[in-house]
């Protein structure tokens, strides 16, 4: 017989609550171009998102970040074009022999029609670091900056990288995807779509996991997007990509410090600046270090209704991710187990497989007979 499990405690729901019982997930080469208990899936505000994960692209976003994307695009010389197109959201170029690697939404594939020189690939290198106030050369070979519209630039240069200058873009999607769009696209079916929207409306604490590129970012925001549109939203990221279809949501950005090693400012001290900002839904980006002592406090202190995402390859993986993250913080296992059980409502656990995203396990923490972290799934 496997180890006794022992469930997360029912949270009793808070006045903002919306009426409805609580209940589990069901149980738990061309570049250019109702129920009162379950609200409507479409975004605060009825801005109509098109697709960013499969399905056809739709009509070109008018919205500013949109129009600031198409601005910088001249900015990336020869990847101008992969900055526009409606459907990229990754691009990767490794050195001069490794080439150029695009994913559109169904996976990594190298396009060959792309060839840099290594001079001419360090030279890009350089522009778009310097465009994000950064200066990258052989004493910083490894910078990170955020550009216009969201875009995201990892730049790494030789020696540190051995193959050439290598270059990794993120294009976040101007135009975000309500839940309903997400289901139809394949992330889950029609009846997890309620489920969904009903955590929301139920103010269930989440846990979106998974894999790196399995959606977590997106389905965040889908999440978030079908909150109410008089409550207000205060996000953490690491790198602000989250990009909200809300009419109440602000996020705050981490900050690396400057040449002389002053001026960073990290993602915990950011999680107790935005409790001063009265959020409605606290939201953690991703949780990566520290900043989950912070998260956990606040979930635990009346803010219901909130939401963090986290690197894991599988759903049994997360207990120990949490309990490493914990450690970074000083945590001990008793204080990570019995904060998280009481903190979080329920995991999802997103996948991709075969270029489709999909949301693959739902679980919900409790303690093993031992009082370690645990997870049982609910939903398959």
Do not use: Y
């Amino acid at each position: 017989m496997g180890p006794r499990f022992v469930a997360a405690p029912t949270r009793a729901p808070t006045a903002r609550a919306q009426p409805g019982a609580q209940t589990p997930l069901r149980n738990a080469r061309s570049r250019g171009a109702g129920q009162e208990a379950a609200p409507s899936l479409t975004p605060a505000g009825s801005v109509d998102a098109s697709p960013d994960v499969g399905g056809p692209a739709g009509p070109p976003p008018s919205s500013d970040a949109a129009r600031l994307r198409l601005g910088l695009a001249a900015e990336f010389g020869p990847l101008s074009d992969f900055l526009v197109a409606p459907d990229v959201t990754d691009l990767f170029i490794n050195g001069e022999k490794g080439g150029c690697w695009v994913d559109r939404g169904d996976g990594l594939r190298r396009d060959d029609a792309l060839r840099l020189t290594e001079k001419e690939v360090r030279e890009l290198a350089v522009r778009l670091i310097a465009l994000g106030g950064r200066h990258i050369d052989e004493a910083t070979p490894c910078v990170d900056v955020r550009l216009t519209g969201g875009v995201r630039v990892h730049a790494v240069l030789p020696p540190v990288s051995v193959s050439g200058t290598l270059l990794s873009i993120r294009v976040p999607q101007v135009r975000r995807r309500s839940l309903a769009e997400l289901g139809k696209a394949g992330m889950f079916d029609a009846s997890r779509a309620e489920d969904l929207a009903r955590a929301v409306s139920d103010r269930t604490n989440l846990l979106i996991t998974g894999a790196a590129g399995t959606g977590k970012t997106t389905l965040l925001g889908a999440l978030l997007a079908s909150a109410p549109a008089t409550e207000r939203i205060v996000a953490i990221e690491d790198v602000a990509e989250l990009g909200v279809e809300h009419p109440h949501f602000v996020s705050l950005e981490s900050r690396q410090a400057n040449l002389e090693g002053a001026g960073a400012i990290g993602m915990d001290r950011l999680v107790r600046e935005a409790l001063r900002m009265r959020p409605d839904r606290l939201v953690v980006g991703e949780c990566r270090g520290a900043e989950v002592r912070e998260m956990l406090a606040a979930l635990n202190t009346g803010h219901d209704g909130g939401a963090g995402t986290l690197h894991a390859n599988s759903l049994v993986d997360v207990p120990a991710r949490v309990e490493a993250l914990g450690a970074l913080a000083g945590m001990t296992q008793d204080a990570v187990a019995r904060q998280t059980v009481s903190a979080i409502g329920l995991v999802l656990h997103l996948e991709r497989l075969d270029g489709v995203r999909r949301l693959a396990r739902v679980g919900q923490f409790g303690l093993d007979a031992q009082g370690r972290l645990a997870i049982r799934e609910t939903a398959p």
